[in-house]
């Protein structure tokens, strides 16, 4: 059973921008921080950036200032808006809860974002 859907990915040029967008069942939205991952080929998994319910959020030093995470607690629906993309941030992105990440539950499929330079 499919529980988070990740969307928004795309070939961009550098200095573009793209927004993605993770609808996740209740179960995993409801009261949890939500995080954005990126895996790029060959390495592991990272969070780039996380929001909690009430709003509170923070990001990888990588991203600070081009990236900005959202959610939409009446839809169970978290966003990555993204801007200034460069080249490193080719990857694979995921969303997940930060619980279900740290409890090593299943994922969803990806949304896979390309920056050419």
């Known amino acids: 059973q499919v529980q988070l859907v990740e969307s928004g990915g795309g070939l961009v040029q550098a200095g573009g921008s793209l927004r993605l967008s993770c609808v996740a069942s209740?179960?995993?939205?409801?009261?949890?921080?939500m995080g954005w991952y990126r895996q790029a080929s060959g390495n592991q998994r990272e969070l780039v950036a996380s929001i909690s319910d009430g709003g509170s959020t923070n990001y990888a030093d990588s991203v600070k200032g081009r990236f900005t995470i959202s959610r939409d607690n009446a839809k169970n629906t978290a966003y990555l808006q993204m801007t200034a993309l460069k080249p490193e941030d080719t990857a694979v992105y995921y969303c997940?809860?930060?619980?279900?990440?740290?409890?090593?539950?299943?994922w969803g499929q990806g949304t896979q974002v390309t920056v050419s330079s």
């Open positions: 209740r179960s995993i939205f409801r009261r949890n921080t």
């Open positions: 997940n809860s930060l619980l279900n990440a740290r409890l090593g539950a299943s």
